[in-house]
């Protein structure tokens, strides 16, 4: 598949969504997302929407809803995939970029309707509803600058960039710090803890350089 006039591949995943009983690959490339029929390969829709820098973050499927964001001071839109005649998809902006929902490196998460990630590389930490783009509220953390996120049990795990880890409860109306720690061999500026959080079978895992570091983190 081709799009005339993109701007080179993306750092971010592919994502599988489901249109009209459709299987639709969708994926954002250095030129902005776009959605691809996965058993001919055939291009159904594309957004323009071009980070100065790179598009590093996988976009957020809900349904027919695509939550796409990039840092370097563009942000975050969502858009609705419609299905067509002769299985074709259209897209419809539900709302457009915000620049208020950038996020750079670190990925966003969605729990519900809430999506949760850092502000670009600011170490501040938000929580916005998916459907409106409405922020929750926004936090600064204990460490600096790109944060990953991830949750598990009604917790949200925080990992910034210089190697600073921090746990607190899960929850739209605010984020309030329990406990944190730093991750040993963290804190070169050189080589940064970018790396997302991975959490399996009640452990989570980080990368640092090329060590993998495992935390025990359920109760039993």
């Known amino acids: 598949c081709v799009r005339p006039d993109d701007v080179g591949a ?4 592919i994502v599988i969504s489901h249109v009209g009983g459709q299987k639709v690959y969708v994926q954002n490339t250095g030129g902005g997302p ?7 390969g055939q291009l159904l829709w594309s957004y323009d929407m071009r980070p100065p820098t790179a598009f590093i973050p996988t976009p957020v ?6 939550f796409t964001v990039a840092g370097y001071k563009l942000g975050g839109a969502l858009l609705q995939q419609v299905p067509q ?3 074709g998809v259209a897209i419809k902006e539900i709302y457009g970029v915000k620049s208020e929902l950038g996020n750079k490196h670190g990925g966003v998460i969605r729990v519900g309707d809430q999506l949760y990630a850092g502000a670009e590389d600011q170490n501040i930490l938000y929580c916005a509803d998916m459907l409106t783009g409405e922020v929750r509220w926004k936090k600064r953390g204990s460490g600096a600058n790109s944060i990953a996120v991830i949750a598990a049990d009604g917790k949200l795990y925080v990992r910034f ?3 600073v880890v921090a746990m607190g409860k899960l929850d739209p109306d605010g984020f309030e710090e329990v406990s944190s720690f730093t991750t040993p061999g963290s ?3 050189q080589q940064p803890s970018w790396a997302h959080p991975v959490i399996s079978n009640g452990q989570l895992l980080l990368r640092e350089g090329d060590a993998i570091l ?3 983190i359920s109760k039993s």
């Open 10 to 13: 993306g750092h971010s995943s």
């Open 34 to 40: 776009m959605g691809i029929a996965a058993d001919s």
């Open 61 to 66: 499927i809900q349904d027919d809803y695509v």
């Open 85 to 87: 005649a002769a299985g």
């Open 161 to 163: 960039q210089n190697g």
């Open 187 to 189: 804190g070169d500026s």
């Open 214 to 216: 495992c935390y025990r």
